[in-house]
């Protein structure tokens, strides 16, 4: 996509450079970006993107942001490519504990 231009269309000819990817990068994360909506976040997460940016179809959605990053999550979910969650910052280095120590 052209950066800094929002509402771009999906190229699906990426597809499968992203499955080439995925194949020889098992614990790469492959993000994709430009035309990211419930559809194609399918394709996208299918072929082993795990990581959707979705500017449009989360802002432009009908039925609210949370609806629209449910849908992205769901793929990634459907297709196994859903990220490990962080480990929570120790309490020393939390957020809580630096203002508790302020």
């Known amino acids: 996509v052209e950066c800094g231009f929002g509402g771009q269309k999906f190229q699906p000819h990426v597809v499968d450079k992203v499955r080439q990817l995925r194949s020889r990068f098992p614990t790469l ?7 990211i909506n419930a559809q194609t976040a399918q394709v996208a ?17 009908q039925q609210g942001p ?3 990053i449910k849908q992205l999550r ?14 929570p910052c120790s309490s020393k280095h939390s957020s ?5 120590q302020a």
């Open 29 to 35: 994360d492959i993000q994709a970006n430009g035309g």
């Open 45 to 61: 997460a299918a072929a082993g993107a795990n990581v959707l940016v979705a500017g449009t179809a989360v802002f432009g959605c």
């Open 66 to 68: 949370t609806v629209a």
């Open 74 to 87: 769901s793929a990634l979910v459907q297709h196994n490519q859903l990220l490990q969650q962080p480990e």
């Open 96 to 100: 809580t504990a630096m203002a508790e």
